[in-house]
C-alpha cells in the first residue's frame, strides 16, 4: 500500500491511497485494512478535500501510477513492509 498526500490549490488536503493486489487479497480475505491518517502527519484542523484510491499489481505499478500523480505539493510517507501498526 501506497500513502500520499498534497495540499491543493485552496488550502485543502488530497489523500492518495494505492492498493496493491496484496491489498485486495487481504480484502478479499475479509482483513480490513485500517489506514490511520495521522500516519500522514496532517495538521489538525485541516480540512480534507479529496480521497484519491489507485491500483497497481505490485509495488512498482503503484509507485509508477504515484509518479504519474506527484506535484511538488505531495508529501510521500513510507512504511516499512510488514508493519503492523494502523497506517
Not at 16 to 28: A, D, M, T
Not at 38 to 45: K, N, S
Not at 53 to 81: C, M, S, W
Amino acid at each position: 500500500m501506497v500513502k500520499a498526500m498534497a495540499t491543493m490549490p485552496d488550502g485543502r488536503v488530497l489523500i492518495l491511497v494505492g492498493i496493491s493486489e496484496g491489498n485486495v487479497e487481504q480484502l478479499k480475505a475479509g482483513r480490513p485494512i485500517y489506514f490511520d491518517p495521522q500516519a500522514l502527519r496532517i495538521a489538525p484542523g485541516t480540512t480534507i478535500g479529496a480521497i484519491t484510491v489507485f491500483y497497481g499489481a505490485d509495488d512498482g505499478a503503484l509507485a509508477k501510477t504515484l509518479h504519474d500523480l506527484i506535484g511538488p505539493t505531495t508529501e510521500v510517507i513510507v512504511v516499512p513492509r510488514g508493519d503492523k501498526r494502523p497506517q
